[in-house]
């Protein structure tokens, strides 16, 4: 967080407190203009994906000039006890990110009450698989052309691409990509990318990084594909 805060200064983003948990404030950083049309990113829901956190913050380092103008608003890390004790979940050994279609849980509600009155042109939520052979990425149908394909062209270079053909039960699309309609009916718990599709999103992704791969690749990959998507944004006009 001092790191985040450092970018903040310079990039003229606002700091803002939203919960505590497990004796951590937790904070958004959201561009001084509305983060309304702009991009919702998040990582570390999950504390032992580091390179969620990582990626993340890399990028906001490497990219300033871009954030300076982007519409946005960040979420840092939402599980810092669970960072600091490589858990995936929270000290109360809950799975933070199985929790958006309540309001039970303090952080989850209060992040849904921060962000009530925005739409986003973009989500991106950061994650690791700790089964993983390579990188893979969600993307929830809405908008089309698809970006999926394009985004794990641009990250074969960086990262081998997963493999598998079912993954958390789901079968892929294609080599890497699971995209799919979401029918809300079939989540009894959702998560935080469904959460911000059905609610809040017109596109969004989740990137998964292998977390047995060493982490300055990882990062790099997330970074990477954080700026890609931002750059497509930029190019649609639908931000400076």
């Known amino acids: ?16 407190p939203f919960a505590t948990a497990s004796g951590h404030e937790l904070l958004a950083l959201t561009s001084r203009c509305s983060p309304n049309g702009g991009v919702y990113l998040s990582a570390g829901i999950h504390g032992d994906e580091p390179a969620s956190t990582e990626g993340l913050i890399h990028w906001a380092q490497t990219h300033r000039a871009e ?3 982007l519409p946005c608003i960040i979420f840092p890390c939402l599980n810092p006890w669970g960072l600091i004790n490589n858990s995936r979940t929270d000290e109360h050994c809950e799975d933070l990110n199985r929790h ?31 089964d993983g052979r390579g990188l893979y990425l969600y993307e929830l149908e809405r908008l089309t052309p698809f970006w999926g394909e394009d985004l794990l062209e641009l990250a074969r270079p960086l990262i ?3 493999g598998r053909t079912i993954i958390d039960g789901r079968r892929t699309t294609k080599t890497g990509l699971v995209r799919r309609k979401i029918d809300p009916k079939k989540f009894p718990m959702i998560p935080e990318a469904i959460f911000l599709h059905l609610h809040h999103s017109e596109r969004s992704f989740t990137f998964e990084t292998p977390s047995e791969f060493a982490l300055d690749q990882r990062v790099r990959v997330q970074s990477a594909l954080i700026q890609e998507c931002v750059n497509r944004l930029s190019r649609g006009s639908q931000f400076p």
């Open 67 to 69: 954030l300076r103008k």
């Open 100 to 130: 958006f279609h309540h309001n039970r849980v303090p952080v989850i509600h209060a992040l849904k009450a921060l962000i009530e009155p925005f739409k986003f042109s973009l989500s991106i939520t950061l994650h690791e698989d700790y």
């Open 1 to 16: 967080m001092r790191r985040w805060r450092a970018v903040a200064r310079s990039c003229g983003l606002s700091v803002v």
């Open 160 to 162: 081998p691409i997963e």
